[in-house]
């Protein structure tokens, strides 16, 4: 088993920045590729961002895309998800997942495969 725990979400004006954070522990966290996704209310989930296990090949969903950006540090069990220029279309509690691969295709941004996931935190942007 694997727990992941989010944090950092809260208000923001429209253009600001927020870091959300999701710290695992339970099993070897640089076995799995982890990723952000969000859902927003009468919305499904999407994906927001992914990063296989080394760090390497982060992927983007093109409505984030030049404004989050996604790291880890496998020292410290966590995943980060910095996002800049926020707007209100960003709005939806955010999911981070963890998936045990050691891909670094695309194929980390299928949430389908993703084994484990948080419990979500809130991001309201307002205009």
């Known amino acids: 088993q694997v727990q992941l725990v989010e944090s950092g979400g809260g208000l923001v004006q429209a253009g600001g920045s927020l870091r959300l954070s999701c710290t695992a522990s339970?099993?070897?966290?640089?076995?799995?590729?982890m990723g952000w996704f969000r859902q927003a209310p009468g919305k499904e989930r999407e994906f927001v961002a992914a990063v296989a296990w080394s760090g390497a090949s982060p992927y983007y969903s093109d409505s984030v895309k030049g404004r989050f950006t996604i790291s880890r540090d496998n020292a410290e069990n966590t995943v980060y998800l910095q996002m800049n220029t926020l707007k209100p279309e960003d709005t939806a509690v955010y999911y981070c997942g963890a998936y045990r691969t050691f891909a670094q295709s695309m194929a980390i941004i299928n949430g389908n495969a993703y084994d484990y996931w948080g419990q979500g935190t809130q991001v309201t942007v307002s205009s």
């Open positions: 339970g099993r070897t966290f640089s076995n799995y590729a």
